[in-house]
């Protein structure tokens, strides 16, 4: 079955920076538009950043834009969100999700398998 495992999840101080990792196993990996979505506590899933199947192309959600950057490796099943300058308003679960179109989209629900999450916590 499919399985998306995020890690490097942590606490940090405001400013510093994360580098989250989420390997994929059970599908082909190039085939799938790959993401991230956060979401904080008492609020609704957000969309933070997608990448195209071949890397070529990146989406952003405004607020971080300029501070995070995703990136895949498919030799390695493996898509990246490189996070600096955070804010105790990035705190939040930070989740993979992987889509099998073409297309990114910033609506959840349109995302075929999710990841369990892993926290982020920025101190202030």
């Known amino acids: 079955q499919v399985q998306l495992l995020e890690s490097g999840g942590g606490l940090v101080q405001a400013g510093g920076s994360l580098r989250l990792s989420c390997a994929a196993s059970?599908?082909?990996?190039?085939?799938?538009?790959m993401g991230w979505f956060r979401q904080a506590p008492g609020k609704e899933r957000e969309f933070v950043a997608a990448?195209?199947?071949?890397?070529?192309?990146?989406y952003y959600t405004d607020s971080v834009k300029g501070r995070f950057t995703i990136s895949r490796d498919n030799a390695k099943n493996t898509v990246y969100l490189q996070m600096n300058n955070l804010k105790p308003e990035d705190t939040a679960v930070y989740y993979c999700?992987?889509?099998?179109?073409?297309?990114?989209?910033?609506?959840?629900?349109?995302?075929?398998?999710w990841g369990q999450g892993t926290q982020v916590t920025v101190s202030s």
């Open positions: 059970g599908l082909i990996f190039s085939d799938y538009t």
């Open positions: 990448i195209s199947r071949s890397g070529g192309f990146t």
């Open positions: 999700v992987a889509r099998s179109t073409l297309l990114y989209t910033r609506n959840p629900t349109e995302y075929d398998y």
